[in-house]
């Protein structure tokens, strides 16, 4: 029988802050999978996000777009769907943007609609 190797890290989350446990739990399992794959063992090393989840409905919700739109951002910006945490910090910066930019719209929108329910009630 061949001797295999299976880890996996835990499924991260996309639309909550990078902590130092991502950092640890990739890191773990990444030196465990080198260390079996160099004694010779057939390794399996699994990672990846949930892009699926109630949380990533929530979070595109909050940020006034559609649950697609933000696992196809974060699709863009991490292809392999294996988060590193270098590229964890990036992602939530530029969804940190994202959110300020949309709050920023949601703020246009509203000024928009009552400057428009101003003007309708001065034409008439």
Known sequence: MENAFYITTPIYYVNAS???GHA???IV???LARYHRL???RTFFVT???EHG???AEAARNLGIHATQLRRWVKDRVPDSSPTPANLVQLQAELKQLRRENERLRMEREILKKAAAFFAKESV
Do not use: S
């Open 29 to 31: 399992a990444d030196v």
């Open 54 to 56: 109630d949380k990533i």
């Open 39 to 41: 004694r010779g063992c």
């Open 24 to 26: 640890y739990t990739t």
């Open 18 to 20: 990078p902590h130092i």
């Open 48 to 50: 990846g996000t949930d």
